[in-house]
């Protein structure tokens, strides 16, 4: 099975950048790999997932901010995360497009003044 594991996470200021990478155990198919996100006290969301198109959906909320880029000579796909918000804290995890691989550990994000 694909273990994944999430790093790049961190503390930033109000309208910081961070790029968050998410590397794969074994050759998978890396373009069905996306990024959801869990704040406190809420559900798991989506943030950036592919779709069956080929495309990528990203969240309303995120959208103009976040870009999602791959690597596959590395079996990692990274996050590029712009113009943070507060709105953003929360622990972002990678996975597939549906879920079909375990969820890592997840890496924090932290946007506070």
């Known amino acids: 099975q694909v273990n994944v594991v999430e790093s790049g996470g961190g503390r930033v200021q109000p309208g910081g950048s961070l790029r968050l990478s998410c590397a794969a155990s074994?050759?998978?198919?890396?373009?069905?790999f996306g990024w959801y996100r869990q704040a406190p006290g809420k559900q798991r969301e989506s943030v950036a997932v592919?779709?069956?198109?080929?495309?990528?959906n990203y969240a309303d909320s995120v959208r103009g901010r976040f870009t999602i880029s791959r690597d596959f000579t590395k079996n990692t796909i990274y996050l590029q995360m712009e113009s943070l918000k507060p709105e953003d804290t929360a622990v972002y995890y990678c996975?597939?497009?549906?879920?079909?691989?375990?969820w890592g550990q997840g890496t924090q994000v932290t946007v506070s003044s």
């Open positions: 996975n597939t497009n549906p879920v079909y691989v375990p």
């Open positions: 074994a050759a998978w198919d890396i373009y069905k």
């Open positions: 592919p779709t069956r198109g080929g495309t990528t």
